[in-house]
């Protein structure tokens, strides 16, 4: 089983490494920290999560799982990185949050457990770190329930996003820890649109995220070319 789990055992050592620093919000994960809002409320504008059944594939240390059930929803994070995922129970044992839990499991492996379970499914900035992305993509696609949205978020294969995501970010501006990402593992909006193909997923939404170094702040907009979210959504009455 370990031999075929869709993992990069040195992308998990290196998430783990860093777990205990996931809350700090001046730590190598304060990007995630600032887009969060982000990404949340463009989420819950195109599909409110009140009384949703969540899940949150790749969720780390928890920043996007826990503000989602403090929305109203009931949230399920899975991850593979095991230091990870006990910073993400700590943390809502230690902030009280409501309606979430975490479970050490593939999106591949739940998926074969309960398919067509979850109204909502997020998958953020994970799948450029795994061998397979397109099998991430397919098990969203069984695991969530006719009618229901997948949202994605990774990091296009582009000089530009070379330039700022890699070099800018990484190596200048010391935003993300060095070697976070890897150029020929991130995915072009054209490859992951057909994976959602691939999987009968209709894609709904597109957005990209802009940065400002010197303000800070960052935003959604419509160029694609660095960082980029997909919100796309199961055919109602069709079940895998």
């Not at 992305?133 to 969530?144: E, Y």
């Not at 997948?150 to 000089?159: A, H, I, Q």
Request: proline letters at 6%; aromatic letters at 8%.
């Amino acid at each position: 089983m370990t031999s075929t789990l869709n993992a990069d055992p040195a992308e998990l050592a290196k998430f783990s490494d860093l777990a205990h620093r996931w809350w700090d919000k001046d730590s190598e994960f304060r990007p995630l920290h600032d887009i969060n809002p982000l990404r949340l409320d463009w989420i819950n504008g195109l599909c409110p999560l009140v009384g949703k059944q969540v899940l949150d594939v790749g969720c780390g240390g928890g920043i996007l799982a826990d503000s989602i059930a403090r929305k109203g929803a009931q949230v399920l994070g899975i991850d593979l990185a095991t230091k990870a995922l006990r910073v993400a129970q700590l943390h809502a044992l230690e902030a009280q949050t409501p309606n979430v839990q975490y479970q050490e499991v593939s999106a591949e492996g739940l998926a074969a457990q309960v398919p067509a379970s979850f109204d909502v499914i997020t998958c953020m900035e994970m799948l450029e770190h795994v061998p397979d992305p397109a099998s991430v993509v397919q098990a969203c696609a069984t695991l969530v329930k006719p009618g229901g949205w997948v949202f994605f978020s990774t990091l296009n294969r582009s000089p530009k996003s070379f330039l700022l995501a890699i070099v800018g970010a990484e190596y200048m501006l010391n935003l993300l820890p060095r070697g976070t990402h890897e150029y020929a593992r991130m995915i072009r909006p054209s490859e992951l649109a057909s994976y959602c193909r691939a999987a009968d997923l209709d894609l709904r939404h597109t957005r990209g995220m802009a940065y400002n170094p010197l303000t800070r702040r960052y935003w959604l907009n419509a160029d694609t070319s660095v960082n980029y979210l997909f919100a796309s959504q199961k055919p109602a009455g069709e079940i895998l």
